[in-house]
């Protein structure tokens, strides 16, 4: 039973962990679906959870820090849409420097306005997301198996939790059953066929790329209004660049996509769990060694266990009509 | 007067300082097959892209049945009926055949219900218009031919009236090239109007009622088909007379320059390419090497060239041994006095990211008239492809233009120059005129010629039998890897065939 208990608890852990990956990946998966190459997943989440957290901590509103972390992101999109697509220019030039704009930028901003060292101030109950709780929650709790299932792995979550795994198929549906999708995947293979058969690749593009700023908007916001109460300079930490990792490591597919980012998230979940807890057989690890775990993970995960990884065959290559 | 379904009228384009259409007006009639030819460069893609709305002209007019339309984009286009077939398909390869034709005619924002129409409109075309295909085959899966297909059913789909076929066989088969020209037949038929765009004389005369020619960005002839010749369309598209069999003199072979003797050739799956072939080339002559696309000629060009590694047999050049089951490599065998122009230009031949100037020296660039210290010398390196371009007519005459931009004919131009004009003892070359028009086929088999009557011996290797026959003084067939027989250039045309098809050589080898 004590067991039972550490793995509901690891679960737990790993869904609240996997929640950014899961909507940065998924934000990734529109734009590179569509051709653009996106590395600054990390900046736009970064920066959409400064916005949150500097908005809801003014206005009180934590509504208010969703939109505030949306709209952030989309325009932190377009100004990599802009670069990438109506400029052409180097799709991974564009995305680091959003990435270091906004590590920069936010510190500064947050310093300025709220001098805790770019930090924002910390959020009361009414301007952060709270847990919601199942019906009976707490009277099935002690069924065995399933209620602690069902009381602490599925209820108690944030609302943003079960957005993002609902963006799993809603996504997935959009990609393949709707004329959007169609087109989108389309941009991505052949710009040229989608052209020829009457369709702007640009505004297509842009589209993909505004999906993208709303679905990073979300995984910032969880970071500053749900995971934790306010805006921490860096708190992303690579998250994004892990979220991309996923979206490699899932072939671009959705429901792939959830599966990867729950192994991520399960790494870092076990990796914080045994922190300061010796090994069966090894005996004490070093803590650095427990947190470079899923790193490493990926590294191997990536070189060799997924086969070959087809990115979109129009990725990274700004359109242009040829002569 | 018939019907006309397109009129132009004083079309113009220029892109930057190339004007790529002068002023071109042309009529096609409703239900007719009407070709457009000219030489690679000669505006035809253009004037089409501008048709199909994917340029916009900078001035002219377009007419549809008689009535104005702007197509400022290639929804325009489709709106006003007209389809188009790209040379370079406008597939999305990873789609299923339906997806591909659905897209950006898809009904409704939900797939589902335009799925279950457009299945049924698609069998309809396929009865139509005979043209089967899986709708739910990945295209990647399918062979070329079907492919195409699959883009002559994409203009239908969208009701296109009148279809553009960009240069639509440079990717078949013989066979499959057929079989579009029925289908094209079947669509005349239906009353669809066809506009085939092509460099090829022949499939003009098999197939077409009209044919305009282009030449540098002018129209300059529209004929009946009927009434006209492959001579006097040669010329009007080259804008002079047009040899299209060369004159040469009797050949006068003088020592051998390359010796093979029992040389094998196996590739990476350890088939056996090339079977203990020999031969000699001697000084002054064109030794053709003639067989269909696959029986070893590429191995044994490549094994000679160094390129690729033989597993037994011996080579001399010049009466020294080249070490082709060892490490005889290409730069070595130059500096021996062998130059090789490889069959696939764009592969092994060019480097075609790379500056005209650059690609003329590619190989040589260690000769020290190019070097300056251990810098290369850039000025001479373009003074010198400058005057390359000069003696080879290599248009546009500019050396520092990417060589991707050059056409097909251009480009074997540059390699020829590259290899011929450093006087090597002996000249392999490699599929010399594949994707070259008409206008440089003639050029490049006269220089061909000269290099023998200097003295060279050249070693040729054709898919296309009409050229080893024209211009070599010994023809050897190549069959599963193996020199099958030995004739002269005056063997029929049937006689060779059957060599080829390893039908006649079996005795002969037997014997």
């Given at each position: 039973?004590?067991?039972?208990?550490?793995?509901?608890?690891?679960?737990?852990?790993?869904?609240?962990?996997?929640?950014?990956?899961?909507?940065?990946?998924?934000?990734?998966?529109?734009?590179?679906?569509?051709?653009?190459?996106?590395?600054?997943?990390?900046?736009?989440?970064?920066?959409?959870?400064?916005?949150?957290?500097?908005?809801?901590?003014?206005?009180?509103?934590?509504?208010?820090?969703?939109?505030?972390?949306?709209?952030?992101?989309?325009?932190?999109?377009?100004?990599?849409?802009?670069?990438?697509?109506?400029?052409?220019?180097?799709?991974?030039?564009?995305?680091?420097?959003?990435?270091?704009?906004?590590?920069?930028?936010?510190?500064?901003?947050?310093?300025?306005?709220?001098?805790?060292?770019?930090?924002?101030?910390?959020?009361?109950?009414?301007?952060?997301?709270?847990?919601?709780?199942?019906?009976?929650?707490?009277?099935?709790?002690?069924?065995?198996?399933?209620?602690?299932?069902?009381?602490?792995?599925?209820?108690?979550?944030?609302?943003?939790?079960?957005?993002?795994?609902?963006?799993?198929?809603?996504?997935?549906?959009?990609?393949?059953?709707?004329?959007?999708?169609?087109?989108?995947?389309?941009?991505?293979?052949?710009?040229?066929?989608?052209?020829?058969?009457?369709?702007?690749?640009?505004?297509?593009?842009?589209?993909?790329?505004?999906?993208?700023?709303?679905?990073?908007?979300?995984?910032?916001?969880?970071?500053?209004?749900?995971?934790?109460?306010?805006?921490?300079?860096?708190?992303?930490?690579?998250?994004?660049?892990?979220?991309?990792?996923?979206?490699?490591?899932?072939?671009?597919?959705?429901?792939?996509?959830?599966?990867?980012?729950?192994?991520?998230?399960?790494?870092?979940?076990?990796?914080?769990?045994?922190?300061?807890?010796?090994?069966?057989?090894?005996?004490?690890?070093?803590?650095?060694?427990?947190?470079?775990?899923?790193?490493?993970?990926?590294?191997?995960?990536?070189?060799?266990?997924?086969?070959?990884?087809?990115?979109?065959?129009?990725?990274?290559?700004?359109?242009?009509?040829?002569? | 007067?018939?019907?006309?379904?397109?009129?132009?009228?004083?079309?113009?384009?220029?892109?930057?300082?190339?004007?790529?259409?002068?002023n071109i007006n042309l009529k096609v009639r409703k239900g007719t097959i009407h070709g457009i030819i000219g030489e690679n460069g000669a505006g035809k893609s253009t004037l089409m892209s501008i048709l199909y709305g994917f340029y916009q002209a900078d001035s002219g007019e377009i007419l549809v049945d008689g009535k104005p339309v702007a197509i400022r984009d290639p929804n325009a286009a489709i709106a006003a009926g007209i389809g188009m077939v790209h040379q370079h398909f406008m597939l999305v390869e990873n789609f299923t055949v339906l997806?591909?034709?659905?897209?950006?005619?898809?009904?409704?924002?939900?797939?589902n219900k335009g799925i279950a129409k457009a299945r049924v409109e698609l069998k309809r075309l396929e009865r139509e218009y005979a043209l089967e295909v899986d709708p739910d085959a990945v295209i990647e899966e399918l062979p070329v031919g079907l492919q195409q297909r699959v883009e002559i059913l994409k203009a239908l789909y969208r009701r296109a009236d009148i279809l553009i076929l960009d240069e639509p066989t440079g990717v078949l088969t013989p066979a499959e090239a057929d079989h579009l020209f029925r289908v094209l037949e079947q669509l005349?038929?239906?009353?669809?109007?066809?506009?085939?765009?092509?460099?090829?004389?022949?499939?003009?005369?098999?197939?077409?009622?009209?044919?305009?020619?282009?030449?540098?960005?002018?129209?300059?002839?529209?004929?009946?088909?009927?009434?006209?010749?492959?001579?006097?369309?040669?010329?009007?598209?080259?804008?002079?007379?047009?040899?299209?069999?060369?004159?040469?003199?009797?050949?006068?072979?003088?020592?051998?320059?390359?010796?093979?003797?029992?040389?094998?050739?196996?590739?990476?799956?350890?088939?056996?390419?090339?079977?203990?072939?020999?031969?000699?080339?001697?000084?002054?002559?064109?030794?053709?090497?003639?067989?269909?696309?696959?029986?070893?000629?590429?191995?044994?060009?490549?094994?000679?060239?160094?390129?690729?590694?033989?597993?037994?047999?011996?080579?001399?050049?010049?009466?020294?041994?080249?070490?082709?089951?060892?490490?005889?490599?290409?730069?070595?065998?130059?500096?021996?006095?062998?130059?090789?122009?490889?069959?696939?230009?764009?592969?092994?031949?060019?480097?075609?990211?790379?500056?005209?100037?650059?690609?003329?020296?590619?190989?040589?660039?260690?000769?020290?008239?190019?070097?300056?210290?251990?810098?290369?010398?850039?000025?001479?390196?373009?003074?010198?492809?400058?005057?390359?371009?000069?003696?080879?007519?290599?248009?546009?005459?500019?050396?520092?233009?990417?060589?991707?931009?050059?056409?097909?004919?251009?480009?074997?131009?540059?390699?020829?120059?590259?290899?011929?004009?450093?006087?090597?003892?002996?000249?392999?070359?490699?599929?010399?005129?594949?994707?070259?028009?008409?206008?440089?086929?003639?050029?490049?088999?006269?220089?061909?010629?000269?290099?023998?009557?200097?003295?060279?011996?050249?070693?040729?290797?054709?898919?296309?039998?009409?050229?080893?026959?024209?211009?070599?003084?010994?023809?050897?067939?190549?069959?599963?890897?193996?020199?099958?027989?030995?004739?002269?250039?005056?063997?029929?045309?049937?006689?060779?065939?059957?060599?080829?098809?390893g039908v006649e050589g079996r005795k002969e080898a037997a014997e």
């Amino acid at each position: 039973m004590d067991f039972f208990h550490v793995i509901v608890v690891l679960l737990e852990s790993t869904i609240r962990v996997s929640v950014p990956l899961i909507f940065a990946a998924l934000a990734g998966l529109f734009t590179e679906r569509a051709g653009v190459f996106d590395i600054g997943l990390e900046g736009k989440m970064l920066g959409a959870a400064f916005a949150a957290g500097a908005v809801a901590a003014v206005t009180q509103s934590v509504w208010m820090g969703l939109l505030a972390a949306i709209l952030i992101s989309i325009a932190l999109s377009l100004v990599h849409g802009y670069a990438s697509i109506t400029q052409r220019g180097n799709q991974i030039v564009s995305g680091v420097a959003i990435n270091f704009i906004v590590a920069g930028s936010t510190v500064i901003l947050g310093e300025a306005w709220f001098r805790q060292g770019g930090r924002t101030p910390a959020l009361g109950e009414g301007s952060r997301f709270q847990t919601i709780t199942f019906p009976y929650a707490d009277s099935v709790r002690e069924i065995p198996i399933l209620g602690p299932i069902y009381s602490d792995l599925l209820s108690g979550h944030f609302l943003l939790t079960y957005v993002a795994f609902a963006m799993v198929p809603i996504s997935w549906w959009i990609l393949y059953r709707t004329r959007f999708g169609l087109r989108l995947r389309a941009v991505g293979e052949n710009p040229g066929a989608v052209d020829t058969a009457g369709i702007s690749v640009l505004w297509l593009r842009y589209r993909a790329v505004i999906c993208c700023g709303i679905l990073c908007g979300f995984a910032g916001a969880y970071l500053s209004l749900a995971m934790t109460a306010g805006f921490v300079k860096g708190m992303t930490a690579g998250k994004g660049y892990i979220a991309l990792a996923a979206l490699i490591f899932a072939k671009w597919r959705p429901f792939n996509i959830m599966l990867a980012c729950l192994l991520f998230g399960f790494l870092d979940a076990l990796a914080i769990r045994l922190q300061g807890n010796p090994l069966p057989l090894i005996g004490q690890v070093p803590v650095q060694l427990m947190q470079a775990l899923p790193y490493i993970l990926t590294v191997i995960l990536l070189a060799g266990f997924i086969g070959k990884a087809i990115p979109p065959k129009a990725g990274g290559v700004p359109y242009v009509k040829e002569r | 007067m018939d019907n006309i379904a397109i009129e132009l009228r004083g079309i113009d384009k220029s892109f930057g300082p190339v004007h790529a259409n002068k002023n071109i007006n042309l009529k096609v009639r409703k239900g007719t097959i009407h070709g457009i030819i000219g030489e690679n460069g000669a505006g035809k893609s253009t004037l089409m892209s501008i048709l199909y709305g994917f340029y916009q002209a900078d001035s002219g007019e377009i007419l549809v049945d008689g009535k104005p339309v702007a197509i400022r984009d290639p929804n325009a286009a489709i709106a006003a009926g007209i389809g188009m077939v790209h040379q370079h398909f406008m597939l999305v390869e990873n789609f299923t055949v339906l997806e591909n034709i659905m897209l950006g005619a898809e009904d409704s924002q939900i797939l589902n219900k335009g799925i279950a129409k457009a299945r049924v409109e698609l069998k309809r075309l396929e009865r139509e218009y005979a043209l089967e295909v899986d709708p739910d085959a990945v295209i990647e899966e399918l062979p070329v031919g079907l492919q195409q297909r699959v883009e002559i059913l994409k203009a239908l789909y969208r009701r296109a009236d009148i279809l553009i076929l960009d240069e639509p066989t440079g990717v078949l088969t013989p066979a499959e090239a057929d079989h579009l020209f029925r289908v094209l037949e079947q669509l005349k038929s239906q009353g669809k109007t066809v506009i085939l765009i092509t460099h090829k004389l022949r499939e003009i005369m098999a197939i077409t009622d009209e044919v305009s020619v282009m030449r540098r960005g002018e129209m300059v002839a529209t004929r009946t088909t009927a009434e006209t010749s492959v001579e006097e369309l040669a010329e009007l598209m080259v804008g002079r007379r047009v040899l299209l069999r060369v004159e040469k003199g009797e050949a006068k072979p003088g020592e051998v320059k390359l010796a093979v003797e029992g040389l094998t050739v196996k590739d990476g799956r350890g088939v056996t390419m090339v079977d203990n072939v020999s031969f000699n080339l001697r000084a002054g002559e064109i030794v053709g090497i003639a067989g269909v696309a696959g029986n070893g000629q590429s191995e044994l060009l490549e094994a000679i060239s160094g390129i690729r590694r033989a597993v037994s047999g011996s080579v001399l050049l010049n009466g020294k041994p080249i070490d082709v089951t060892g490490r005889a490599d290409p730069s070595e065998l130059r500096d021996r006095g062998l130059a090789h122009v490889p069959e696939d230009r764009h592969h092994v031949g060019l480097v075609l990211k790379f500056e005209e100037c650059e690609n003329a020296i590619l190989g040589y660039h260690h000769d020290k008239r190019y070097l300056n210290g251990v810098f290369l010398d850039v000025d001479a390196i373009r003074k010198d492809a400058e005057k390359r371009i000069g003696e080879y007519d290599i248009r546009p005459p500019n050396p520092r233009l990417k060589t991707a931009n050059f056409s097909g004919g251009n480009q074997q131009k540059i390699v020829l120059a590259r290899e011929m004009e450093r006087g090597p003892d002996v000249l392999i070359i490699g599929q010399p005129t594949r994707g070259v028009d008409v206008g440089a086929i003639e050029f490049i088999h006269k220089r061909i010629i000269e290099m023998r009557d200097q003295g060279k011996a050249v070693l040729l290797v054709s898919v296309e039998l009409d050229e080893i026959r024209a211009l070599s003084d010994r023809i050897l067939v190549m069959f599963a890897g193996r020199v099958v027989g030995e004739r002269d250039p005056d063997a029929t045309e049937g006689e060779l065939g059957l060599l080829m098809a390893g039908v006649e050589g079996r005795k002969e080898a037997a014997e």
